[in-house]
């Protein structure tokens, strides 16, 4: 008796039900662009699209009958603002503004909130996916919310920013080498490499010298095109004006990154240092096109780390990384004027490092956004030993544990020795809480916990690198990373770096050779009057305050977002 009635329940039940085909993948209700009518949805799945529809709870709009969908569908508010923004037309719009687009057909009125909103996609009439802001993200002018492997925004993405996958090459040449000691003569080597092309991408350009090599390559029939940040801290010198006003006059292209009339910045700043040469060869570097950076031989300068990689693969994906960063209205061409400036005479540097060739390395280029987590998962991936050295670490804002040094702390407490240097020059140890406090405070949880952990302020001065501009770490002796990702939270989460882990023993040998002499020159820090005791318990309440000091503080704001 009672048997039928159930049967019939569950089968009305199941053909209520609706097997969802798409999913919302991607949602931007709070863009840059004025009045917001570039604020967008993608919706990705494969089928029909009759039936299908999207609503905010206050109007909605669905797909027109008979449509199909193979992939990811584009839905913006108005086509032609989304094309002014994006560069390109969506699949659909919401409200009519370009002819050539077809139209959602709308019930209401359908406008993203800003500070609290959602989305419903529903199929057959009953909701089969929906998003929720604040509850599934939180808003944040510019950004785009996407979904990947399930979770909601697995990183910041800003609008136009790209979406790099993680990618290795095998059976890599090339050659390595530690500034100030024969970063110049590396850099002339790549310049001289070059027949037809040269693509460089780096911060800032303000040595004369170096603008005299490439324009000897522009007088040999060689193209450049430079990209450079358009507002660096302190804005562009008086000299890395000159030094592109020179470059532009002889003959190359130059261009800069920075918030227009037409495009935000996709990038709070274009922080990379590499130069393609014929797409052969790609040098990627710690350092600025500086002085500082690439002194002449013999001469001081900073410390730190670059290669040149001697493979067509991997140059190929830098020159599709600058392609991608050149494509945007926030790239304008440079316009300054002023007089090249004249070569200086730095102090004198006995170089302690040549270079050193390697054959069979395994490479992982390193982009941030994109790809920055690569570097706290080559350090989460150490065995024995880790070696840090970084113009500075700063904690992270939001009660959120700096992931780079949380990373070297877990891996201390996994019995890795971890030694980490950090710059001593004045401007990163006048402050309160800067690079003195913050050795003093890793060595403070080292001593409280047990660890096998140091850190150190570098040696600089007469005789030794002027200051430490290096951002590189040695894992086990055998991967290293060099790279422009600085260990601050707007380094690697919004702007565009650039590096690459290279993992080969001779590679691995040499730099840990230039580390280990830094580390020695170093010698450990003064006694902390404010490191634990004896006293067992005094030792535990130290703990205590310096992880939270550690990991709460303040990352100073920049101008953009």
């Given at each position: 008796?009672?048997?039928?009635?159930?049967?019939?329940?569950?089968?009305?039940?199941?053909?209520?039900?609706?097997?969802?085909?798409?999913?919302?993948?991607?949602?931007?209700?709070?863009?840059?662009?004025?009045?917001?009518?570039?604020?967008?949805?993608?919706?990705?799945?494969?089928?029909?699209?009759?039936?299908?529809?999207?609503?905010?709870?206050?109007?909605?709009?669905?797909?027109?009958?008979?449509?199909?969908?193979?992939?990811?569908?584009?839905?913006?508010?108005?086509?032609?603002?989304?094309?002014?923004?994006?560069?390109?037309?969506?699949?659909?719009?919401?409200?009519?503004?370009?002819?050539?687009?077809?139209?959602?057909?709308?019930?209401?009125?359908?406008?993203?909130?800003?500070?609290?909103?959602?989305?419903?996609?529903?199929?057959?009439?009953?909701?089969?996916?929906?998003?929720?802001?604040?509850?599934?993200?939180?808003?944040?002018?510019?950004?785009?919310?996407?979904?990947?492997?399930?979770?909601?925004?697995?990183?910041?993405?800003?609008?136009?920013?790209?979406?790099?996958?993680?990618?290795?090459?095998?059976?890599?040449?090339?050659?390595?080498?530690?500034?100030?000691?024969?970063?110049?003569?590396?850099?002339?080597?790549?310049?001289?490499?070059?027949?037809?092309?040269?693509?460089?991408?780096?911060?800032?350009?303000?040595?004369?010298?170096?603008?005299?090599?490439?324009?000897?390559?522009?007088?040999?029939?060689?193209?450049?095109?430079?990209?450079?940040?358009?507002?660096?801290?302190?804005?562009?010198?008086?000299?890395?004006?000159?030094?592109?006003?020179?470059?532009?006059?002889?003959?190359?292209?130059?261009?800069?990154?920075?918030?227009?009339?037409?495009?935000?910045?996709?990038?709070?700043?274009?922080?990379?240092?590499?130069?393609?040469?014929?797409?052969?060869?790609?040098?990627?570097?710690?350092?600025?096109?500086?002085?500082?950076?690439?002194?002449?031989?013999?001469?001081?300068?900073?410390?730190?780390?670059?290669?040149?990689?001697?493979?067509?693969?991997?140059?190929?994906?830098?020159?599709?990384?600058?392609?991608?960063?050149?494509?945007?209205?926030?790239?304008?061409?440079?316009?300054?004027?002023?007089?090249?400036?004249?070569?200086?005479?730095?102090?004198?540097?006995?170089?302690?490092?040549?270079?050193?060739?390697?054959?069979?390395?395994?490479?992982?280029?390193?982009?941030?956004?994109?790809?920055a987590y690569l570097i706290p998962a080559l350090i989460?991936?150490?065995?024995?030993?880790?070696?840090?050295?970084?113009?500075?670490?700063?904690?992270?804002?939001?009660?959120?544990?700096?992931?780079?040094?949380?990373?070297?702390?877990?891996?201390?407490?996994?019995?890795?020795?971890?030694?980490?240097?950090?710059?001593?020059?004045?401007?990163?140890?006048?402050?309160?809480?800067?690079?003195?406090?913050?050795?003093?405070?890793?060595?403070?949880?080292?001593?409280?916990?047990?660890?096998?952990?140091?850190?150190?302020?570098?040696?600089?001065?007469?005789?030794?690198?002027?200051?430490?501009?290096?951002?590189?770490?040695?894992?086990?002796?055998?991967?290293?990373?060099?790279?422009?990702?600085?260990?601050?939270?707007?380094?690697?989460?919004?702007n565009r770096e650039a590096g690459i882990i290279i993992?080969?023993?001779?590679?691995?040998?040499?730099?840990?050779?230039?580390?280990?002499?830094?580390?020695?020159?170093?010698?450990?820090?003064?006694?902390?009057?404010?490191?634990?005791?004896?006293?067992?318990?005094?030792?535990q309440e130290i703990a205590a305050g310096v992880i939270?000091?550690?990991?709460?503080?303040?990352?100073?704001?920049?101008?953009?977002?």
């Amino acid at each position: 008796m009672h048997i039928l009635p159930l049967f019939l329940v569950l089968c009305l039940l199941c053909c209520g039900t609706v097997t969802a085909a798409f999913t919302i993948t991607e949602v931007c209700p709070d863009t840059w662009y004025k009045g917001e009518a570039d604020e967008y949805i993608v919706i990705t799945g494969t089928g029909s699209l009759t039936d299908v529809s999207i609503s905010d709870g206050e109007g909605s709009a669905r797909f027109p009958d008979g449509d199909q969908a193979a992939g990811r569908i584009v839905v913006a508010q108005q086509a032609e603002a989304y094309r002014t923004v994006h560069g390109a037309y969506p699949d659909y719009e919401w409200y009519d503004s370009a002819p050539n687009v077809p139209d959602l057909i709308r019930t209401g009125t359908l406008k993203l909130g800003n500070k609290g909103d959602g989305i419903i996609l529903r199929e057959g009439g009953q909701e089969t996916d929906r998003i929720t802001w604040p509850g599934d993200v939180v808003c944040r002018e510019g950004q785009v919310h996407f979904r990947e492997d399930g979770v909601w925004d697995p990183r910041p993405l800003m609008i136009g920013q790209s979406q790099f996958s993680p990618v290795s090459f095998s059976g890599v040449s090339g050659t390595a080498f530690a500034a100030p000691d024969a970063s110049r003569e590396m850099l002339e080597n790549t310049i001289l490499l070059a027949d037809s092309e040269l693509l460089i991408n780096v911060y800032e350009f303000a040595d004369p010298g170096i603008a005299t090599d490439i324009a000897a390559a522009l007088d040999d029939g060689v193209s450049v095109t430079i990209l450079l940040e358009g507002g660096p801290v302190g804005g562009i010198s008086t000299e890395e004006k000159g030094t592109a006003a020179y470059l532009r006059d002889k003959g190359a292209t130059i261009y800069t990154m920075e918030t227009t009339d037409k495009a935000h910045a996709r990038y709070r700043y274009d922080h990379a240092k590499y130069l393609i040469a014929d797409r052969e060869a790609v040098l990627v570097t710690s350092e600025n096109f500086k002085e500082s950076g690439f002194p002449d031989k013999g001469t001081a300068g900073n410390r730190g780390w670059g290669v040149l990689i001697t493979d067509p693969r991997v140059a190929d994906y830098f020159a599709e990384v600058f392609t991608a960063d050149m494509a945007g209205g926030d790239v304008v061409p440079f316009t300054d004027t002023s007089a090249l400036p004249e070569e200086s005479t730095g102090d004198p540097y006995k170089p302690a490092f040549g270079t050193q060739s390697f054959d069979g390395a395994t490479v992982t280029p390193v982009l941030a956004p994109d790809t920055a987590y690569l570097i706290p998962a080559l350090i989460e991936g150490a065995e024995n030993t880790v070696d840090i050295q970084q113009a500075y670490i700063s904690n992270w804002t939001k009660n959120t544990p700096n992931p780079y040094l949380e990373a070297a702390v877990n891996a201390a407490r996994r019995g890795v020795t971890v030694r980490i240097i950090l710059d001593s020059y004045w401007f990163n140890i006048e402050g309160e809480n800067d690079n003195d406090e913050m050795a003093a405070r890793i060595n403070a949880v080292a001593a409280a916990e047990g660890l096998p952990m140091e850190a150190r302020l570098a040696r600089l001065g007469p005789g030794y690198p002027e200051k430490v501009h290096n951002k590189g770490v040695i894992v086990d002796g055998d991967a290293v990373l060099i790279s422009s990702v600085n260990w601050n939270e707007n380094s690697p989460s919004f702007n565009r770096e650039a590096g690459i882990i290279i993992e080969n023993p001779d590679t691995g040998t040499y730099f840990s050779e230039v580390f280990t002499a830094d580390w020695e020159d170093a010698g450990p820090l003064p006694d902390d009057p404010s490191a634990p005791g004896e006293d067992t318990h005094l030792r535990q309440e130290i703990a205590a305050g310096v992880i939270t000091l550690l990991f709460i503080g303040y990352i100073i704001r920049r101008r953009r977002w």
